[in-house]
């Protein structure tokens, strides 16, 4: 390549950096799939983040546990006090090293609640992310009906205007009346209204979502899917026998009554001796020698009844609050499965009314075109078709809804999702 040759090159590549402005990062929308989106809110939503923190956290109390408790050393220094000569000693005298001893068998028991506080993190951190995978799939299909209600609100609004230039035509050519025209610049202003609100709806709910996924709130997003009826078969005894096996508030209320037991026992335990075991070495003028030191302690006045009763008094609430929350849990499935067969039922009919929706609007632009129908009776029956595809999709993001909290009640995939396996 000559000089020449070389110089236009490297000035064409110099202009076109200088003209051609950067494509900033926030104009680039991302398109994500359900799959994505779930698996960001799994690795950044500050919730996750936070349960995660909290299982370190008890990680952290657990090597505390399995420690010894920390030795104590004493040491003392006399001759403080001056002779007849103004001196002092000030030389070490004693230097004892104590170890301290819990009751035998009270450290295991704590080691083992400790250990109970890690499983309680762990299923807490399955417990958030429960809530939060209904929460995501939630604002992505809210997401996706937005579209939808978008769609169906452009065409509207399209149809009021068109309808709008119709009857002012026929009002201008002395066809029709103004109570007409004022009627459909009304319908116009109102399909402009609702285009309005549906565009806002959309934007806040972006921001759902980003909020969900760990995400600045403006950074721009698109979906990959569409609502879409899902024929699922559910039987309420699995369901119900999958939530007692499996729901993480369930486990945790049985970890935590398993700690009380042995809270209850260490209790009990602590009503034995306490030791300390250590060595003595004495550095006097007039004395040296070394010694072997051993203390006990003895809950002498009250056997440690109160710290018993207490103990006792919060495993039996502990066992009450676990009966309560199996109730709790069986009537969410069951509540949950209701619904969710009731949605299911309710898309069907409303799949039905769509097509018959379909044709009511063919039919209502041909008779207005025709002259068979006036501009209320049209307007009447677009709105009406116009509603009935909205509830259409508002009855496909409810099925959705439902299907998603049976899962969060029975704590398993019905999709066969992996992200609740």
């Known amino acids: 390549m000559s000089k020449s040759i070389r110089t236009l090159f490297f000035t064409f590549i110099f202009l ?96 083992k609640i400790a250990k109970n506080e890690v499983k309680i993190g762990e299923e807490t951190l399955k417990s958030v992310w429960s809530n939060i995978y209904s929460q995501v799939r939630s604002a992505y299909m809210k997401i996706i009906l937005d579209k939808k209600e978008l769609e169906l609100a452009q065409e509207n609004l399209s149809t009021m ?23 459909a610049k009304i319908e116009l202003l109102k399909a402009e209204n609702d285009y309005l609100m549906v565009e806002k709806e959309n934007k806040i709910d972006k921001g759902r979502l980003n909020l969900l996924l760990g995400r600045s709130l403006d950074v721009p997003l698109d979906i990959k899917e569409e609502l879409k009826v899902e024929a699922l078969k559910f039987d309420l005894q699995k369901l119900t026998a999958m939530a007692s096996a499996k729901r993480p508030d369930l486990k945790i209320e049985k970890l935590m009554l398993d700690s009380k037991n042995k809270n209850f026992m260490k209790e009990q335990l602590n009503r034995l001796p306490s030791f300390s075991l250590g060595f ?18 003895v809950p002498l006045w009250n056997l440690n009844q109160g710290e018993v009763k207490k103990a006792k008094a919060e495993r039996e609430i502990q066992q009450a609050k676990l009966q309560a929350t199996e109730k709790e849990a069986a009537f969410d499935v069951y509540q949950a499965y209701w619904n969710a067969a009731a949605a299911q039922k309710q898309v069907e009919y409303l799949k039905e009314s769509v097509e018959e929706a379909n044709e009511l609007i063919r039919l209502a632009d041909l008779g207005y075109r025709e002259g068979e129908i006036d501009f209320i009776n049209y307007r009447d029956q677009v709105k009406t078709a116009t509603e009935t595809k909205v509830r259409y999709y508002e009855g496909l993001y409810n099925l959705d809804q439902n299907i998603s909290e049976l899962e969060r009640a029975s704590y398993g995939s019905l999709r066969e999702e992996e992200f609740l396996k």
């Open 161 to 183: 205007r068109q309808l709008f230039s119709n009857v002012q035509i026929r009002f201008q050519s002395g066809q029709g009346f103004k109570n007409d025209l004022q009627r």
């Open 16 to 111: 076109s950096q200088c003209l051609i402005p950067p494509v900033r990062a926030e104009e680039i929308t991302e398109a994500l799939s359900l799959k994505e989106a779930l698996s960001m809110a799994y690795d950044h939503n500050p919730q996750m983040i936070e349960a995660r923190k909290m299982i370190q956290a008890a990680q952290g109390d657990l090597i505390t546990t399995r420690t010894f408790l920390n030795p104590e050393l004493e040491a003392e220094i006399g001759g403080l006090k001056k002779n007849e000569a103004g001196e002092r000693k000030g030389h070490l005298e004693n230097i004892a090293i104590v170890q301290p001893f819990e009751p035998l068998g009270v450290r295991g028991l704590k080691t």
């Open 280 to 297: 003595q070495k004495t550095n006097a003028e007039y004395d040296k020698d070394y010694a072997a030191l051993v203390s006990v302690s």
